[in-house]
């Protein structure tokens, strides 16, 4: 049964969630791979348009291409991946090979925001902040753990996401257990929200520390992207904070996790090294509202300045935070997520300047009753604001801690 690989494609329609890629797999570097090759020849079309369009990653090629640092470094991150996470190299691996895109654009990919800090220190350059994503956290008397996500990202990725639902086996074939994440194109699972069959839930807020060695530093080389595609087969709450946490981090991120199982909801900082600050929101005794943009709360490494929709989000929901404690958790969070009350830096975002992002999809988490949802809408060109209709109508719900079928 080593070579066990079973996969099925559904092609949904624009007003549909995403294009869908269910596969089965040994769960080993080689069933890894074989992932990757599956989930690259569906997405292929999509990952070539994805990548043409796609500026900061054709600036990466030419990086590495033009700047021995830039190869370098890429050599020392390929090397460092392939030894210490060769299931996500592996599907980078089998990627490259079903989308028919060379390994180095995959990789650079997967390590985008590693080797932006590597270019923009190598040419000395300040980059431009894709300051991207929103969640809301609520805490309600009774036991109600809930939380909501935005993803937020340029317009050219909108229609390279894929869904995916994979299972892995055990070599005998026997399921061992199984995710359901959407997938950038190209790039690992993890690197967005997903949830597994150990009922772990979890979400990403990219952050910007700005460490001062970022172009020559060899010690720390572990991607946000593939740590956490290590997340995703976590079975506790805390083994999800380990697995976020290495000591060879070289940037950092914010993770956001609930377990059903378990009844814990948290929201995780990460910096370079693996420092972190954990907030845990489990607690129930009283009513609690809290937030995660794209700027650093807890933990204070040197950051980029200018993080401008972050701090515009973040007022937005600091000044709605009386009438968020007043509502349910679930409304709290959808009206928060929902809100356009700031027209340049809104929370629900429309890509209308001076903003350069667009929300390309929402997610729900009801961590207690195990349930959530998808929404989806695409920007065009006027501000869109929510509204109860929008709310009601998900994409896709699914039930947490299930084999996807």
Known sequence: MAGLLLASFATMGASELF???????????????????????????????????DLSLLQLVEFVNSDARGASLLQAMNDFHQQTYPSAFAYMQGVAEGTGQSFTTIALSNYRQEMQEARNAAWGQSGKETDACTDIFAAREGGVLMFGHNEDYGAE??????????????????????VSAPAYAGIVPGYGPFHNTYGIVGTFNVLFPRPADRLTDRTRLASVAVVGFSVIRAKTLDEAVELATPKTLRLGQNLNVGSMR??????????????????DLSNTSANTTQFHMNKYLRTHPSEKPNLTSSINRQAAVEAMLPELQSLGARDAILRALGDTSHRDWPIFRSQLAPDDNENVFSVF?????????YWRHRADGTLYTPDDAYWADPVASFEIGVVPR
């Open 19 to 53: 294009p869908r890629v269910r596969v089965t797999a040994v769960d080993s570097p080689e069933g890894w791979r074989q992932i990757g090759v599956a989930v690259g020849r569906n997405s292929s079309d999509r990952v070539a348009a994805n990548y043409a369009a």
């Open 157 to 178: 990725f909108f229609d390279g996401l894929t869904w995916l639902d994979l299972t892995l086996t055990a070599p005998d074939g026997s399921v061992a257990w199984a």
């Open 262 to 279: 378990e009844k814990r909801m948290a929201t995780l900082e990460t910096a370079p090294g693996g420092e972190s600050s954990l907030l």
């Open 365 to 373: 988490f009801d961590v207690t009753a195990g349930q959530g949802a």
